[in-house]
């Protein structure tokens, strides 16, 4: 099924894939993208993303909060994986399993690209970095074009209690009572970087892309013990 789902990525990417500038207006297939992005890389001085995360100060006096362990990846752009996280994104709302499901969905198609680049021989252009105590990520080498840059950060958690009749509980004693969640803020923003410049991102907690939660754990309903054997009859 993996090899399946990434063959159909690719004939997608094939369509929607946009080139880095200095390449064609459009590019054949995701492997024509990928070689276009090195050919750049190894025929251009790269550029720099530095990308700075932070809480907005609540007083007028106060300074902005530096945002420390937010995940940063760059990746090639493409139309297709925009447009499959803004799916993900339009059907948040829809139930409460889209959006406890949300992020998972986001990782699955965030490593599927990422899984399609490598197999397309870009493993190099799948780039990471985490900000430090300073609320700051650098990522250098970046070769010039177009990218797409995907940020997220755990943190916060809320709990949601579900009440069961003593019925059901006789019956499903192994059905979560009560489920807890990270809440996860993700950033995304689309850049070009140019040969031998430095693009600037800031990802405040005023300019995320989407807030959505997973579940870190259940609370099962504990087992009724046993009931006692009967024992031997008492003579009468």
């Given at each position: 099924m993996l090899r399946t789902r990434i063959g159909l990525i690719a004939l997608v990417l094939a369509a929607l894939l946009?080139?880095?500038?200095?390449?064609?207006?459009?590019?054949?297939?995701?492997?024509?993208?990928?070689?276009a992005y090195l050919k750049t890389g190894a025929e251009q001085a790269p550029g720099v993303v530095a990308a700075r995360a932070y809480l907005?100060?609540?007083?007028?006096?106060?300074?902005?909060?530096?945002?420390?362990?937010?995940?940063?990846?760059?990746?090639?752009?493409?139309?297709?994986?925009?447009a499959e996280?803004?799916?993900?994104?339009?059907?948040?709302?829809?139930?409460?399993?889209?959006?406890?499901?949300?992020?998972?969905?986001?990782?699955?198609?965030?490593?599927?690209?990422?899984?399609?680049?490598?197999?397309?021989?870009?493993?190099?252009?799948?780039?990471?970095?985490?900000?430090?105590?300073?609320?700051?990520?650098?990522?250098?080498?970046?070769?010039?074009?177009?990218?797409?840059?995907?940020?997220?950060r755990?943190?916060?958690?809320?709990?949601?209690?579900?009440?069961?009749?003593?019925?059901?509980a006789k019956l499903y004693p192994d059905v979560p009572s009560q489920v807890t969640y990270s809440i996860v803020t993700y950033w995304r923003v689309r850049v070009a970087v140019r040969p031998a410049e430095t693009v600037e991102i800031a990802m405040s907690d005023r300019n995320g892309w989407m807030t959505a939660a997973r579940q870190e754990a259940g609370t099962p309903v504990p087992r009724r013990p046993p009931a006692p054997a009967a024992g031997p009859e008492k003579g009468r």
């Open positions: 946009l080139s880095p500038g200095p390449g064609p207006a459009t590019e054949a297939d995701l492997k024509g993208l990928v070689e907005e100060p609540t007083r007028p006096t106060a300074v902005a909060a530096p945002q420390q362990d937010v995940s940063v990846v760059l990746v090639p752009y493409s139309a297709a994986f925009e996280l803004n799916t993900i994104k339009a059907g948040l709302r829809d139930s409460l399993d889209g959006y406890t499901r949300a992020v998972a969905r986001i990782e699955a198609a965030r490593v599927d690209y990422e899984r399609a680049l490598l197999a397309a021989g870009g493993g190099a252009l799948v780039l990471r970095a985490t900000t430090d105590a300073q609320g700051e990520a650098r990522v250098g080498d970046v070769p010039a074009g177009e990218w797409l840059i995907l940020a997220w755990e943190g916060g958690h809320m709990a949601k209690r579900y009440k069961m009749r003593e019925k059901d």
